[in-house]
């Protein structure tokens, strides 16, 4: 039978905000055994002695703020973040195609002259980001019937990272978690080695440019 330290821990990992809350200490150790203790009973059809939740919590608190402070990556002082906005995601369906219709938009588009094509291939689909501007290119270059979906008013905010961060376990997480604690709606996330470039919708951007800036600051 598992102890209840253990069945602790599994109901807190298996709740991530309820994980970072708890990590942040903005969480009573008191209240949340107190909430969680009928749960707990019935999970395992027996009682559970308040105290033995409580200091499971405590415990389990302190073990992983030691673990997540050990983990955070750093960023260079010289970190940027470079912010695009009016772009467009597209996704298409992946046919035998497809590498005509790349080539024939890497010839189109400018990218010298401050254009985006992001392309992004899975094994199924297609994803281009690019300038709203292009859209009518990729529809004139793409059969209808193969375009799977549209978004847009989308922006970009692409931040240059270590290349050590490939090493680095929980880095995607960190952003992803960040921007969700403020409400942050992530449409998609880009990466090559030394990039990472988060889409939002534009909305967002101006708030997600701040919210990153301060992760940055906070970890450099």
Aim: no cysteine.
């Amino acid at each position: 039978m598992k102890k209840i330290s253990q069945i602790v821990e599994e109901y807190i990992e298996e709740k991530p905000f309820l994980y970072e809350a708890l990590i942040q200490g903005i969480i009573n150790n008191a209240a949340l055994a107190e909430k969680i203790q009928p749960e707990l009973e019935e999970k395992i059809q027996s009682e559970i002695k308040f105290q033995t939740i409580n200091m499971a919590i405590r415990r389990f608190s302190e073990k992983n703020k030691i673990k997540n402070s050990l983990q955070m990556p750093k960023f260079s002082k010289n970190t940027d973040i470079i912010l695009r906005s009016n772009l467009i995601e597209i996704t298409i369906e992946k046919t035998r195609e497809s590498q005509n219709i790349i080539k024939h938009l890497y010839e189109q588009i400018n990218i010298k002259q401050g254009d985006i094509l992001t392309i992004t291939q899975g094994i199924n689909e297609i994803m281009f980001l690019t300038n709203t501007k292009h859209l009518d290119l990729i529809k004139n270059t793409t059969p209808n019937d193969s375009i799977k979906d549209i978004t847009k008013h989308l922006s970009s905010l692409t931040i240059n990272i270590p290349i050590d961060f490939k090493e680095t376990v929980g880095f995607f997480f960190m952003i992803s978690k960040t921007l969700s604690w403020e409400n942050i709606n992530i449409v998609d996330i880009v990466s090559t080695l030394t990039e990472i470039t988060v889409i939002t919708n534009e909305k967002d951007a101006s708030k997600t440019f701040d919210i990153l800036n301060k992760m940055i600051n906070k970890y450099s």
